[in-house]
Structure formats: structure tokens, C-alpha cells
């Protein structure tokens, strides 16, 4: 049986399932800022539960292309109320969208059960700290940096790269004392990639996860979706919808999407179809 060891909860990936997110950033491109109170980020999350995100993933640190690095304790005064909120009044394991090992830290603390960090655990210090945590870890590919990574995106072929780094961070996970059931992996859409890229990832999703990973996608109104449809941010759900059902129907198992219900409904369809056979 396909799993995840978050902490304490075992989570069931026989399905696959959806992490909601939730940005409490002034910043983020989708939401416009508009969850920036940690209220309203308590209230976002409490509701994308009950569309039926299994994972909430809070960020305090936008890694839009372009963002700037945001200082750690300002980081911790957006996120932490956010997660101890969520803690006490939701039962979906709470994810923690940071590379920072103080960040790590505090929100395990606070009752995190996920760590989602987008430099896959290579700051320093950030191994050891997740180690400690109990908390399971999705180690993602980026190439370059958020502020200058979709500048000029070269592989010599992209989908091997990718699984090679995904193996080697998931070695030194395991090297740290990270259990293999505690590791899922994320190829990563659009951090340091075109269009191409992105495509060749998705049509070989089946061979980036190494070993018996779990993968993990956040295709959710992505660039992607602009270059493909024409479409701004906000109207990017049917491709977004569209990408999540490739991307699970390709072996993801974790699906990183902003609009949940529609997200949730379109992978229980997949799920009745596959099953059935
Ligand atoms: C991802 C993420 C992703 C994981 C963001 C956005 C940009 N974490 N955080 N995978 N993307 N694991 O949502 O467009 O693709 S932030």
C-alpha cells in the first residue's frame, strides 16, 4: 500500500488526494494578498478542507518567478498563527511550504506533519532539522533560483536530470535518517523550466519518482496554463483541472491545487474509472 509517514497520521495515497493551498503572502500572484490575515488563512483552509483537501500547505514566502526571500522570523509571524490555528480546529495534516530549518522547526511544533520545501532540503541545517521534525518531506526539483530561474531554463534532457537530482536528494534523505515512508518527490512545474520542459515532464511522469516515492504535482494555474490557453491566473481552472487528471492518471498521487472541489471531484471520476477496471 502506497503511504505517507506525516508525524503522527499515516496518510492513504491508494487514491491520490489533494493539498490545498494556502499562501499567506502579501504577494502571491493567485490569491492577490487576499488571505494575508491569519483569520481569513485559518477560514481558507478550514473550507478547502471541507471541499476535501486531505493536505494544507501554508507558505510564508512567495517562490512566484521573480519573488524576493523573505527573512525568517517574518516568515514565522505569517505562518505560525496559520498552522496552530488550523491545528486546533481542522483534522487534514498541515503542510509547511518552506526552506528555512527555523521555520521547520517551529512549525512541526506547532503541528505540522509536512514539510514542502521547494530547495528539496539543501539549505544548511535544513536536512537535520526535517530529520528531527517526524515530519514527512517532499523534496521538489528547481533549477537556478525564483528570482532569475525562468530566465533561460537549459537541461541537456530535461527528464533524466530531474529524476537524477530527485534520487540523489532522496539518498541523502535517507542517509539523514529519513524513513523511505516518510519521502515523496515533486518534479517541480515551471521552476526553472519552459513550456517543453514541462511537457516532457509530464508525459514521462512514470519515470521520474525514484523507487516506490510518492509523487507529488502542482500544476495549479501555472504559467504553463497562460502559454497554453491564454488565460490569466484566475481563469486558469480547466487547465488546471485538465493537468491534474493527466499528471494522477500518470501515477501523481499528491495534487498541489488552489481550486480544491473541482480538483477533488475530477480525480474521484479518474479513480471510479480506474478501479472499475
Ligand atoms: C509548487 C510548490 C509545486 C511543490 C509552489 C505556485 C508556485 N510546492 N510550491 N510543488 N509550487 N511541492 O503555486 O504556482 O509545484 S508555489
Redesign the pocket.
Known amino acids: 500500500m502506497l503511504r505517507l509517514r506525516c508525524a503522527d497520521r499515516l496518510l492513504d495515497l491508494t487514491r491520490p488526494c489533494v ?1 490545498g ?1 494556502i ?1 499567506v503572502t502579501p504577494d502571491s ?2 490569491d492577490g494578498g487576499q488571505f494575508a490575515g491569519a483569520a481569513a488563512a485559518i477560514e481558507h483552509g478550514l473550507r478547502l478542507e471541507a471541499e476535501g483537501a486531505m493536505i494544507l ?1 501554508v ?1 510564508g514566502e ?3 518567478p521573480g519573488a524576493e526571500p523573505v527573512p525568517a522570523a517574518q516568515e514565522l509571524e505569517r505562518v505560525l498563527p496559520v498552522i496552530e490555528g488550523l491545528r486546533a480546529a481542522s483534522g487534514a495534516i498541515i503542510s509547511i ?1 518552506t526552506s528555512k530549518p527555523e521555520v521547520m522547526r517551529a512549525a512541526a511544533a506547532a503541528g505540522a506533519g509536512l514539510i ?3 530547495h528539496a532540503l539543501r539549505d544548511a541545517d535544513a536536512l537535520e532539522a526535517a530529520a528531527a521534525s517526524g515530519c514527512a518531506v ?1 523534496l ?1 526539483h528547481m533549477q537556478g533560483e525564483p528570482r532569475t530561474m525562468q530566465q533561460a531554463p537549459h537541461y541537456a534532457d530535461v527528464v533524466p536530470e530531474v529524476r537524477a537530482f530527485l534520487a540523489a536528494r532522496r539518498a541523502a534523505c535517507l542517509a539523514a535518517g529519513i524513513a523511505a515512508e516518510r519521502i515523496a518527490c ?6 526553472g523550466k519552459t513550456l517543453e520542459h514541462n511537457l516532457a515532464l509530464l508525459r514521462r511522469l512514470g519515470e521520474l519518482a525514484p523507487g516506490e516515492t510518492p509523487l ?8 504553463m496554463l497562460g502559454k497554453l490557453t491564454d488565460r490569466r491566473p484566475g481563469a486558469r481552472l480547466h487547465g488546471s483541472v485538465a493537468l491534474a487528471l493527466i499528471a494522477a492518471s500518470r501515477g501523481a498521487r499528491i495534487i ?1 491545487a ?1 481550486d480544491v472541489a473541482p480538483t477533488v471531484d475530477a480525480l474521484r471520476v479518474l479513480a471510479a474509472v480506474t478501479e472499475g477496471g
Open positions: 493539498m493551498v499562501n500572484f493567485s500547505d507558505g512567495s517562490t512566484r511550504d514542502n520545501d521547494v517532499c521538489m515533486d518534479p517541480g512545474f515551471g521552476f507529488m504535482v502542482g500544476l495549479s494555474r501555472k504559467s498541489r488552489h
